[in-house]
């Protein structure tokens, strides 16, 4: 059976290259980054240069970068780490699409006294700058929007969010940071820590073609943090335990082939998803395409099908080879419609029904026919069932 | 995809999708908890349904089973359907994994409610 990948937000396959790179780190320089030997001193050359080229990749300073886990941990580390060098609880801002690990860390926050705006995004599913000004409060400790959402690609005004803490801490107010989650971003928008304004950025190297399991995040220089992994003093105290060598000097690879392919590689997804939707709309009806149609990320694509449901069509494409994913997921007897589809004022019918494709850089430009004909093909079987197609009808 | 071979093939090709002009009974039922929806409509003559059809929006054992039901009560008498059980749809698709029971519940509920509207 074709297959053909289209979830690109969640994780990429490893670059050929980025594996190249990595694989002495798991044979021959297999030392401990803190080991004083040569064969420890191998690999914590390997760590330095990562670290090198993610500042590269962010414009920051080599010494402003921690390595992770992951994305959730480096969100986790932001919010957390921020929140435990500051006295007293305070108060923190964040959108209505966060990633759960933002927002479900905000809401741990909640429970041992901060208080938590969480700001509408509003019909095209971006923040608006004079709703976080308005949200301030001088008990403000944290704000944190990501650069570009996970669900449906919108692009947040992230540079003029970075310039209004700015002006704020002209005017002398010294403990306000601003964290952003730019994990869906890496690789497919320049990310300049400096142009952006931003104190903290978190990143993840299996969205970019590097394996799962390590992130970063960008710290910046005097942005008082405390670890919240205790043990050893690896990254500069700020992240305690052995440093994944191999999985750190892949990320670096993929970041730095992700910096410098990314033009052509934006180029390349935007043509799919742009012939893709526009083919599905002379195959198919009644669907409506989610978030902002120019502020998003160029590889991706989410839309609502009406009268069917997000999980049957996942399945169904799945049945054809097709790898997408859904916001919604049933469970128990509980539906849990997409949080992000429902933040841009969208029924649940439609909250329910929304797929995300999302393309790579592998993708190729004979599979577009193929998605689109397989995708009709499955609304039109699904639409045949349902009994809210079947309302409809009727009603007109 | 954890799901069985027979529940594929439900999904791919469901059986007696549609709605009857001349049903006997019809019954529309949602799961108000998930908002999952399954319309049966049957038609019954001497005691036996001789034709069964369904619709369902929702998740997708919702759907298999929508169609393991219409399927399995076609020649079948109402009293012999009366007595079917959610084990019965689950087993027709070929299992389902704990959370998602709550769709050949609704599919016994859909039945109920029709055979009584029959009555």
């Not at chain 1, 949080?339 to 029924?347: Q, T, V």
């Not at chain 2, 409509?41 to 069964?52: D, K, P, T």
Request: proline letters at 4%; glycine letters at 8%; charged letters at 25%.
């Amino acid at each position: 059976m074709r297959r053909i990948y289209l979830d690109h937000s969640a994780t990429t396959p490893v670059d050929s290259r980025v594996l190249e790179a990595m694989l002495p780190y798991l044979t021959q320089k297999f030392g401990n980054a803190s080991s004083v030997h040569q064969m420890g001193q191998e690999a914590r050359a390997g760590v330095d240069r990562a670290r090198r080229q993610l500042a590269a990749f962010t414009g920051a300073h080599p010494n402003e970068i921690v390595f992770t886990s992951g994305g959730t941990e480096a969100n986790n580390l932001a919010i957390l780490g921020v929140a435990a060098a500051v006295p007293k609880p305070g108060h923190m801002i964040i959108s209505a699409i966060e990633h759960p690990s933002v927002r479900t860390s905000a809401e741990f926050l909640q429970k041992h006294g901060w208080e938590v705006t969480i700001l509408a995004v509003h019909q095209r599913g971006i923040v608006r700058v004079e709703d976080v000004q308005s949200a301030l409060k001088p008990e403000t400790v944290l704000i944190s929007v990501m650069t570009a959402n996970n669900e449906i690609g919108t692009i947040q005004p992230i540079a003029e969010l970075g310039g209004l803490v700015r002006g704020e801490r002209d005017r002398g107010r010294r403990n306000l940071w601003f964290h952003t989650d730019a994990v869906q971003a890496a690789g497919r928008l320049p990310l300049d820590v400096k142009a952006l304004g931003c104190d903290l950025l978190s990143l993840s190297a299996h969205k970019i073609y590097a394996p799962k399991g390590t992130g970063a995040l960008f710290v910046r220089k005097g942005v008082r943090l405390l670890p919240l992994q205790h043990g050893g003093h690896q990254e500069r105290e700020r992240r305690g335990g052995t440093e994944a060598v191999p999985n750190i000097v892949a990320f670096g690879t993929a970041a730095e082939l992700a910096q410098k392919e990314m033009p052509e590689r934006n180029e390349h997804v935007r043509r799919l998803r742009d012939r893709f939707e526009e083919q599905l709309a002379s195959h198919v009806e009644d669907f409506v395409l989610n978030g902002d149609r120019e502020l998003r990320l160029p590889h991706l694509s989410n839309i609502s099908f009406r009268f069917v449901e997000g999980e049957g069509l996942l399945i169904h494409l799945d049945m054809q080879g097709i790898a997408v994913s859904t916001g919604s997921a049933c469970s128990s007897g509980t539906i849990q419609a997409s949080p992000i589809i429902r933040a841009l004022g969208r029924d649940e019918e439609l909250a329910r029904g929304s797929i995300r494709f999302s393309f790579g850089k592998d993708n190729a430009d004979e599979d577009v026919e193929y998605i689109v004909e397989m995708t009709a093909r499955a609304v039109e079987s699904l639409r045949r069932l349902s009994p809210l197609a079947r309302q409809s009808a009727a009603v007109i | 995809m954890a799901y069985s071979k027979e529940f594929q093939d439900h999904l791919a090709h469901p059986r007696n999708a549609g709605e009857l002009a001349d049903a006997t009974a019809i019954a529309e039922e949602t799961n108000p908890v998930c908002g999952d929806r399954m319309r049966l409509s049957l038609r019954i003559h001497n005691g036996r349904i001789e034709a069964a059809r369904f619709l369902a929006y929702g998740c997708p054992p919702t759907l298999a089973c929508g169609s393991a039901l219409a399927e399995m009560l076609e020649g079948m008498t109402a009293n012999d359907a009366a007595i079917l059980t959610r084990n019965d749809i689950v087993r027709a698709v070929g299992g389902l994994p704990a959370r998602k029971l709550h769709a050949a519940a609704l599919a016994i509920e859909t039945l109920r409610a029709a055979t009584n509207a029959a009555k």
